[in-house]
Each structure stands twice: as C-alpha cells, then as structure tokens.
C-alpha cells in the first residue's frame, strides 16, 4: 500500500468516528422532536453541534480523497456503522450483543479484503462539467423518487440521502483534485460549478439522514452506510478510471469483501436489543451524551413527594 492510501486510510478513519458521532447524536434529537419542522431544527444549538460534527467528518473525508480513490476511502465509511453500534450503546446504558460483534467482525473483515484490491495510487483523473451535470441531474432525480410520500420513509430517505453524500464525495474529490492541480487555474468556471453541487448535494443528504432517523439508527444508518459507497464507487469506476488491483482474482476477492461488508452491516441492522428507558432533561445536549462529557447517562428514578431517591 501506497504512502498515499495509507494517508487517506487514517484520515478515513477518523472521519468515520466522527460521522457516528453526528449520527448518534443527530438520532436522540430526532426521537426528542419527532416532526419538527426544518425551521425548528435550525433554531437548535444541539442540531447545529451534530452538524458542526459532519463538517469536520466531512473536511477528513475531502482531504482523504486527496489522497486515495473514490473505490478506497468511500468503502471505509461502513466503519461509521462500526463505530455508531458501541456508541449507541453507551448511551442508551446498555451492551454490546453478540450479534453486534459478530456484524463488526463481518464488516472490518470485508473491509479488510476491499483495502487490498482498491488501494490505488492517488486520484488524477476528474469529471468534465458535462459529466459532472449528468451525475448530478440523475442523482437529483433518484431522489426525488425516492423522497415521495409513500411506504418505509425512513428507509427511502435513508437511501437518497446515500447517494446524496456517495456523489457528493464524487464531486468533492473532482474539486479537490482539480483546484490543486498546479497545471491549471485553481478558480476556474468548472470547478465553481461542481462545488456548488457538491453543497447542495452535502446539505441534502443531511437533511435526508436526519428526516430518516426518526425512526431509529440501526437500519437507516445501514442503508446510508450501502448506498453511500455504492454510488460513489459506481462513479469512480465507470467515469474516473479507479479500477482494482490484481486482475481477475482482485476482483473476485472485492466482490467477496462487499458481500462480507454488506452481511455485517445487515447483521447490526437486525438487533433490537432492550434498552432501558432514560429520562432525560429537555435541555440536555444529545452531542454532549455522545461524546460523554455528561457522566450521568443512567436511567433517573421518579421520587414521590418527602421521598429520598436511594443511591
């Protein structure tokens, strides 16, 4: 592996802990204001913690992709999932399930065998603006399919707001490479116009994740966590060239990697564990939980009037 991959694998890393974080937290505030409407969400200090938390997930995410391929650094982002499972059960005081363990190993194991095939020198190649429209134009209207009113919301949301973030990283890594290329200009038409879709793209998908999570983490972030390299990765080997390494047998050992990746990823999907019930303030910060900068996350016990709460 490349000094490069292996730059844009610790940055992914990283990234990746912190879009669980964001996603956590972004979950207990939308089963605190189930329904709230977008105006609501923008006036709570709380939402705009979690989104700061995806800005600095994201500002990894843009660097890595300087340095590793699309068909690299956006399989990575299954380790969100990963790092969302224990961090949802800290907070909701609660254990880790076998199941849960067993869908992690499954999922870093086929992790594993994509790093191999994918790691690829760093990103050259980009999309012209013609390509860059197309991608956006057929992705907007995926979305819009999949944003209409009908059965499983959660889900469908879930779904666009995947590919809203996958090509989103596409068009990013276009950007990043293009600005930085020292052979052309940094500020160019193309590049103004692709990072106006990338904004649009990134602010959607957000907003798509949060309207999904209000039925819960486990299956919604799955799906975002399928469908987000799914598009991108679709678009680095059909449109910018990023192919597998090892021939034949490199693709058969990433096809085996995905569906390892993708049985653990259904396998955390699966558990409904019990959670205890927590009562918790209506000004408590739902980031602060994640992050445990409140020790007290244990359920709260209800006194009568005269009584002492027993320690």
Excluded: C
């Excluded at 793209?201 to 983490?217: E, H, P």
């Amino acid at each position: 592996m490349s000094a490069a991959a292996l730059v844009a694998v610790a940055l992914s890393l990283v990234s990746a802990v912190a879009y669980a974080a964001a996603a956590v937290a972004q979950e207990r505030l939308a089963s605190k204001s189930d329904g709230a409407g977008l105006l609501r969400l923008l006036g709570s200090g709380a939402w705009w913690s979690a989104v700061g938390l995806n800005a600095g997930a994201a500002l990894l995410h843009v660097v890595a992709l300087k340095y590793g391929p699309l068909t690299l650094v956006q399989p990575l982002g299954a380790l969100t999932l990963v790092a969302a499972v224990p961090m949802g059960a800290r907070v909701a005081g609660r254990r880790v399930t076998a199941t849960e363990w067993r869908g992690t190993a499954l999922t870093l194991l086929g992790l594993g065998a994509l790093l191999v095939t994918a790691s690829g020198p760093a990103p050259h190649q980009v999309l012209s603006l013609t390509e860059a429209l197309a991608v956006a134009g057929t992705t907007a209207a995926l979305i819009g399919a999949l944003s209409r009113p009908g059965t499983r919301p959660g889900l469908r949301h879930a779904t666009a707001s995947g590919f809203a973030s996958g090509v989103a990283s596409a068009l990013t890594q276009t950007v990043t490479v293009a600005a930085t290329d020292r052979s052309g200009q940094a500020l160019s038409v193309e590049v103004v116009v692709v990072a106006l879709l990338v904004a649009a793209f990134a602010v959607g998908g957000l907003l798509l994740s949060q309207t999904a999570y209000r039925g819960g983490l486990g299956a919604p972030l799955a799906v975002v966590t399928l469908s987000n390299p799914m598009a991108a990765s679709v678009i680095g080997l059909a449109l910018l060239g990023q192919g597998l390494q090892g021939g034949v047998w490199g693709i058969l050992l990433a096809l085996t990697g995905a569906g390892l990746a993708s049985w653990g990823v259904v396998l955390l999907t699966r558990v409904t564990p019990p959670t205890p019930v927590l009562e918790l303030d209506d000004d408590e910060h739902p980031v602060a939980a994640v992050l445990a900068l409140d020790p007290t996350l244990i359920p709260r016990q209800k006194t009568e009037p005269g009584q002492l709460t027993s320690l």
